[in-house]
């Protein structure tokens, strides 16, 4: 069976749930804290961070490529454009939405709540920074590359719109809202995606919002 190491309220263990949870598989979730790694989990995540996955004889860290190997195990339900453009678009995407997007959506996370969990006070300095300074272009280029659509790439719900929701969920679970005034397409897009049943569901079993 497959195990997910990693708590559910990382963004990136989010995403490798939701890609199980889209194509049915059956899995477990091992909840580990990265702030310190237990020993164990460097034998199987030698970065020290989370998500890992094992199934059977394979371990495999970082959600990239955990996605990737599900996508190529389980090929039903496909999150990635079998399109070669679409495809390479898909994993722009993914790449912009798992290392861009997180300083102006997953940081407020990290100095709002992920520090008082390490016995700091939040700096509001660092904060007001992030929401004045960093946000205003990630989303603009967001906003753009959005439009009028439901999906990023094609037609298809895929591994972009997972990667980029994943991170606004994160943002949302810091008590910031989504920027409906300055960014209508992304209010749009974030909240037709974490009404799916997979990101709902995951969304509820975590203790910071709740979704009907
Ligand atoms: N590129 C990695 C990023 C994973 C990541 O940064 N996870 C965070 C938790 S949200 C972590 O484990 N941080 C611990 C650390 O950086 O030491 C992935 O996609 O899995």
New binding site residues.
């Given amino acids: 069976m497959i195990t997910i190491h990693?708590?559910p309220?990382?963004?990136?263990?989010r995403?490798?749930l939701v890609c199980l949870m889209e194509k049915g598989i059956e899995h477990e979730v091992n909840p580990v804290s990265?702030?310190?790694?237990p020993a164990s989990h460097l034998e199987i995540?030698p970065?020290?961070?989370?998500?890992?996955l094992t199934d059977g004889d394979l371990a495999l860290?970082?959600?990239?490529?955990?996605c990737g190997y599900i996508e190529k195990k389980h090929p039903e339900a496909p999150m990635y454009p079998s399109d070669p453009a679409d495809f390479g678009r898909a994993l722009w995407y993914e790449d912009w939405a798992?290392?861009e997007l997180?300083k102006a959506t997953?940081a407020l996370f990290f100095n709002r709540v992920a520090v008082r969990m390490m016995k700091r006070e939040p700096d509001e300095a660092v904060i007001q920074n992030i929401i004045d300074k960093v946000q205003p272009g990630i989303f603009d280029y967001l906003e753009g590359e959005i439009g009028d659509k439901t999906c990023l790439v094609g037609d298809a719900f895929s591994i972009a719109d997972i990667s980029v929701t994943c991170q606004f969920i994160?943002m949302m679970y810091s008590g910031e809202s989504l920027p409906s005034e300055s960014h209508p397409n992304i209010t749009r897009f974030v909240t037709a995606h974490m009404h799916r049943d997979s990101f709902k569901t995951l969304i509820n079993s975590d203790p910071f919002m709740k979704l009907d």
């Fill in positions: 990693g708590s309220v990382s963004p990136f263990v995403k490798t990265p702030f310190p790694p995540s970065l020290g961070k989370i998500p890992a860290p970082d959600s990239s490529a955990i798992d290392n997180p997953a994160q």
